[in-house]
């Protein structure tokens, strides 16, 4: 999965050189391009950065982030479907994905808070099985709806939410780029059949199916 290069490439480098936070800004855009695994994506950087973090990985120590080495050994140690594993629990569960796209705003944090909901909803998926992604994000968006009403979280221009098409859109290109490519397709368990579908992978079918098991 592209998300263990990730990880696995920042570590390497991390320990080869750490990072100074005087300068982060500068540092994070130094990695995007070092790292082709980044594709120039600060943004990326930056996720990963904060998820090494929040597994205890690396830590800030004299202003500079580095590379935690006995956790990290331990973490190398694991078989590649526990290391996975790790990075896809505290993704979903424990970064705020807010903080990397804030636009959204509450809209993001109640969709990330409800996420269990969407793996039921995804129940009828399995390996091989073709969706249109625009049929996916509707779905949520759909379901969603009453609960982002509900916190105050549709997304709004001055004093008035914005309804119809063009909110449905707004939302539905937020699904598309946090649940279908920055969770699904990250991590593995879709792939893309052109710009319009995909197809679940045989890691999209366990995976999801021991995420509605608990």
Known sequence: AHILLEAHSLLQEIERMSVCIENLVAEEVRLAQLLSVFRGDVVAVRRMMTLLEELRLIRLYQQQFQVVRSRTERFRELPLPGQFYLLWHADMYHLEWRQFDPEFGVSLSVFQQYLPMVWEMLIHRHEGSSQRIDEVTWQVVRAFRPLWQQQGGVIRSGMQSMI???????????????????????????????????????????????????
Do not use: C, P
């Open 164 to 214: 119809g098409l063009y909110e449905q859109s707004l939302l539905q290109n937020m699904v598309e780029t946090h649940l279908v490519q920055k969770s699904l397709a990250r991590y593995g368990l879709i792939a893309y059949e052109d710009d319009v579908s995909f197809t679940w992978t045989a890691a999209g079918e366990a995976l999801l199916d021991a995420e509605r098991m608990g």
